[in-house]
Nanobody, 126 residues
Framework: QVQLDESGGGLVQAGGSLRLSCAASGRTFRSYAMGWFRQAPGKERDFVAAFNWNGYNVYYADSVKGRFTISRDNAKNTVYLQMNSLKPEDTAVYYC???????????????????WGQGTQVTVSS
């Protein structure tokens, strides 16, 4: 069992940056594959970025590739999403998700994740 708590969202102008954090409880955090998803108003929740449990394999949605970076600090039980060159279309509630497992695959589907945070709002103004 793991609990996830996102933070770092806010209001930023287009072209600006934000860093989201996802703090996880539980001593087995380092064995979890982690991902970030987002949901804009009136739309379905979409994949943003993810990596497998050791971070060796990483995958990004095309819409954020080159602008967003996912990373983890196992000593702090925290996953980050660094978001640069933000655009108004990045406005959404951002969620982190966790899946226990030591596989090499990167999970990009919501249904593949077992645990979710409550989300943090990111608003990008034009």
């Amino acid at each position: 069992q793991v609990q996830l708590d996102e933070s770092g969202g806010g209001l930023v102008q287009a072209g600006g940056s934000l860093r989201l954090s996802c703090a996880a409880s539980g001593r087995t955090f380092r064995s979890y594959a982690m991902g970030w998803f987002r949901q804009a108003p009136g739309k379905e929740r979409d994949f943003v970025a993810a990596f497998n449990w050791n971070g060796y394999n990483v995958y990004y949605a095309d819409s954020v590739k080159g602008r967003f970076t996912i990373s983890r600090d196992n000593a702090k039980n925290t996953v980050y999403l660094q978001m640069n060159s933000l655009k108004p279309e990045d406005t959404a509630v951002y969620y982190c998700a966790a899946h226990p497992g030591l596989g090499w695959g990167v999970r990009v589907e919501e249904r593949e994740y077992d645990y979710w945070g409550q989300g943090t709002q990111v608003t990008v103004s034009s």
